[in-house]
T-cell receptor, first 110, second 114 residues
Framework: SQQGEEDPQALSIQEGENATMNCSYK?????LQWYRQNSGRGLVHLIL?????REKHSGRLRVTLDTSKKSSSLLITASRAADTASYFC??????????FGKGTRLSVIA | KAGVTQTPRYLIKTRGQQVTLSCSPI?????VSWYQQTPGQGLQFLFE???????NKGNFPGRFSGRQFSNSRSEMNVSTLELGDSALYLC?????????????FGQGTRLTVV
């Protein structure tokens, strides 16, 4: 079953623009992780934010977490064509495995 | 350090057959999880093994089974294949029991059932 729901389902932007993806979830969490998947291949871990953190940065990535609204956002600044991929949020609650949302398909047009 | 290796990369099977997929985790990682990815259902958790013991199991029928060997390599088996089993099967390894740490994924095995 899906815990997270990403929004939008698909996003198309020009190279150099910022891309924002949102994730909402249903139950309380220990942490939330974002992963990237290129064209039906394996997932790559991008960033992890714990439930007691509000914001985290990694290079061109900025993640926020609002536990009161049960939502998170991933911002990719100055997008590049190589950022074209599907992005998934995944939540960890208690001693349960990662539960993934259905993802946002990002297309960055050169 | 070598990444997570899944074999084979592609498989075509006929309904009713069985299939075995293999996953070799990163050296030193004792946790291996399996996921099924389909366009309709997204990423669904199948099961997870840690030190040869199944820790968690997702909501899949008994036709889906797995095991882990003493060298941490894992296999999953699907018996009596159905068309709906066509999917990308992904495995992920971790270096701890803690689900709240980074998971390292393989490239997946694309299974097509005809």
């Amino acid at each position: 079953s899906q815990q997270g729901e990403e929004d939008p389902q698909a996003l198309s932007i020009q190279e150099g623009e910022n891309a924002t993806m949102n994730c909402s979830y249903k139950t309380s969490i220990n942490n939330l992780q974002w992963y990237r998947q290129n064209s039906g291949r394996g997932l790559v871990h991008l960033i992890l934010i714990r439930s007691n953190e509000r914001e985290k940065h990694s290079g061109r990535l900025r993640v926020t977490l609002d536990t009161s609204k049960k939502s998170s956002s991933l911002l990719i600044t100055a997008s590049r064509a190589a950022d074209t991929a599907s992005y998934f949020c995944a939540t960890v609650s208690g001693n349960t495995p990662l539960v993934f949302g259905k993802g946002t398909r990002l297309s960055v047009i050169a | 350090k070598a990444g997570v290796t899944q074999t084979p990369r592609y498989l075509i099977k006929t309904r009713g057959q069985q299939v075995t997929l293999s996953c070799s985790p990163i050296s030193g990682h004792r946790s291996v999880s399996w996921y099924q990815q389909t366009p309709g259902q997204g990423l669904q958790f199948l099961f997870e093994y840690f030190s040869e013991t199944q820790r968690n199991k997702g909501n899949f029928p008994g036709r889906f089974s797995g095991r882990q060997f003493s060298n941490s390599r894992s296999e999953m088996n699907v018996s009596t294949l159905e068309l709906g089993d066509s999917a990308l099967y992904l495995c992920a390894s971790r270096n701890t029991r803690d689900y709240g740490t980074e998971a390292f994924f393989g490239q997946g095995t694309r299974l097509t059932v005809v």
